[in-house]
């Protein structure tokens, strides 16, 4: 059975930073691209990053764009998102997932989630 757990979200403020963690087990994630998506209250899930297999290539939200960066550890299979400058727009649930195609956005693994909030 696959698990993506998530950690590391918390109350922060604005300005601060947080690293997120998602720790995969019951498969190998080492050749498959990973990404991090955040749920605002009231809105729908929307993408903010995503790593490729080997960690060369990543891709970004524009509104995270320069701020975030998501990186990964095939060794441990598990895939981190350090957040600086954090806003109180940032403020939502932050997911990893797993299991996509590179640029369809729609994986077939989920994490469970880690709320983050940024007060201003």
């Known amino acids: 059975q696959v698990q993506l757990v998530e950690s590391g979200g918390g109350l922060v403020q604005a300005g601060g930073s947080l690293r997120l963690s998602c720790a995969a087990s019951?498969?190998?994630?080492?050749?498959?691209?990973r990404a991090w998506f955040r749920q605002a209250p009231g809105k729908e899930r929307e993408f903010v990053a995503a790593?490729?297999?080997?960690?060369?290539?990543?891709y970004y939200a524009d509104s995270v764009k320069g701020r975030f960066t998501i990186s990964r550890t095939n060794a441990k299979n598990t895939v981190y998102l350090q957040m600086n400058s954090l806003k109180p727009e940032d403020t939502a649930v932050y997911y990893c997932?797993?299991?996509?195609?590179?640029?369809?956005?729609?994986?077939?693994?989920w994490g469970q989630g880690t709320q983050v909030t940024v007060s201003s």
């Open positions: 019951g498969r190998t994630f080492g050749s498959y691209a």
């Open positions: 790593v490729s297999g080997s960690g060369t290539i990543t």
């Open positions: 997932a797993a299991d996509f195609v590179w640029g369809s956005w729609s994986p077939g693994y």
